[in-house]
Each structure stands twice: as C-alpha cells, then as structure tokens.
C-alpha cells in the first residue's frame, strides 16, 4: 500500500517562493507516474505537473510552466515541487498522487492518475497579493 505524505505548503506573498515535499512509503521507486495537483477553494482539481519515475520525463501546465519544478529523488522516496514567482491564483490545496503504469511505459504521465491513485491528504499553499 502506497502512502504518501505532502509538507512544505504555507503562506507567501506573491513572487514568493516555496518547495513542496511528497514523502512515498510503500513504494517501488520506478515504474510509477508522480504527480503534484491542486484544488482551489470551489474549484476542479488540476493536474500541475507530472514525472515519470524510471525515466524522469515531465509534464507542466501551461499556467504554471517556468515557475514550478517537479523534482524526484529516488534515495529518500520523495517527490518535490520548487514553486517560484507565485501569484495569488495558485492558493489551493496540493496534492501528490502515484499511479502505477510500469517500468517501460512511454509517452507522458499526464492524464494517468484517477480518483483510484494513490493521494496524499493534501498541503495548503496560500499566495498573497
């Protein structure tokens, strides 16, 4: 059973900085799609940026494409996610998700989580004008 732990959200005034950490137990390293969402208050959820384990390709949003940074470091099971120049439009909930898709997978991870990946409970990112 995978079980993923998210930390590092806070508050921050715009063109601030934060990283997110995504802590995986439970988990073979490679052959999963990691992923950061997000989920603003009345909102849908948003895929923000996607990375592919045994190979470390990524995906961004358009909306978040030269800020953010997904990161993945395979010693400590962990996934991150560098959020720079933040704007007041990306307070939301994050969230980190697994999804299982194997070692020889191609293409992008974007798309390939559902409500039946793994989900963490979620860290509060708060952006101030």
């Known amino acids: 059973q995978v079980q993923l732990v998210e930390s590092g959200g806070g508050s921050v005034q715009a063109g601030g900085s934060l990283k997110l950490s995504c802590a995986a137990s439970?988990?073979?390293?490679?052959?999963?799609?990691m992923g950061w969402f997000r989920r603003a208050p009345g909102g849908e959820r948003e895929e923000v940026a996607t990375?592919?384990?045994?190979?470390?390709?990524?995906y961004y949003a358009d909306s978040v494409k030269g800020r953010f940074t997904i990161s993945q470091d395979n010693a400590k099971n962990t996934l991150y996610l560098q959020m720079n120049s933040l704007k007041p439009e990306y307070t939301a909930m994050y969230y980190c998700?697994?999804?299982?898709?194997?070692?020889?997978?191609?293409?992008?991870?974007?798309?390939?989580?559902?409500?039946?990946?793994?989900w963490g409970q979620g860290t509060q990112v708060t952006v101030s004008s």
């Open positions: 998700a697994a999804q299982w898709v194997g070692p020889y997978s191609s293409g992008s991870c974007r798309g390939r989580f559902s409500d039946h990946s793994y």
């Open positions: 439970g988990y073979r390293s490679s052959g999963y799609c």
């Open positions: 990375i592919y384990t045994a190979r470390g390709n990524t």
